[in-house]
């Protein structure tokens, strides 16, 4: 309009009536995209807060026992059932280094996470005992790298179990056994005695 009242030529009322339904076009789809955008971004932030509350929920809830170090053998998570097990208070654990927190009855527990979290061999199915309160609780533990994508270790994290349970129905096992095989000897003896008499 501006172009035909200020006496252009019909060519050029056509190039700039054309020129901005181009822009006008181009900036609709700018907007769109940029909407489109925001909406991803914030579908993608949903999905990353997602899957760390249901990280944060099966660390939380799983019955044995998560406690990772990094580098440097300082504590920087543990979960409930690690606080249970270990009778101790997130709070006097997190920032705090292993070597301090496993003086006092532990020290076998830091002699096989720290050397991992060096870069030494992963503990498969390892067993240590712990004072605690007076009392000996065995556990049983895996130790494995926390790495960087690059493949860079970053720290160890621990997985362990108390073992007390399964070491007292193992020795009630045992002793089961041993009773039997005394009621055997038993009877065997008998029957020997038995014949003779007969």
């Known amino acids: 309009l ?23 076009a ?6 769109r995209r940029t909407l489109q955008m925001n909406q991803m971004e914030t579908l993608n932030q949903l999905r990353v ?8 929920n099966i660390i939380d809830n799983i019955r044995s026992g998560l406690l990772t170090i990094d580098r440097q053998g300082m504590v920087i998570r543990v979960n ?3 606080c249970r097990i270990l009778e ?15 003086r006092g009855g ?19 199915r390892g067993e240590v005992a712990i004072k605690r309160m007076g009392r000996e ?14 493949g860079k270790i970053l720290g ?16 009630r096992v045992r002793e089961s056994d041993r009773l039997a095989a005394i009621g055997e000897l038993a009877a065997s003896i008998a029957h020997e005695i038995r014949n003779p008499l007969a």
């Open 156 to 171: 160890a994290i621990s997985i362990f179990t108390d073992l007390t349970r399964e070491k007292e129905m193992k020795e």
């Open 49 to 56: 807060q997602k899957a760390r509350w249901e990280v944060r």
């Open 137 to 150: 609780v065995p556990l049983g533990l895996n130790v494995n790298h926390v790495t960087a994508p690059n």
């Open 26 to 31: 181009l900036t609709w789809e700018f907007f």
């Open 88 to 102: 101790m208070e997130s709070r006097d654990m997190l920032g705090r280094k292993l070597e301090d927190i496993c």
């Open 2 to 24: 501006v172009a035909f009242f200020a006496g252009q030529t019909s060519g050029v009322i056509t190039f700039v009536f054309f020129s901005g339904v181009i822009a006008q």
């Open 80 to 82: 409930p059932a690690c």
């Open 106 to 124: 532990m020290e076998e527990l830091n002699q096989k996470i720290s050397p991992v979290a060096q870069g030494g061999t992963p503990v498969d």
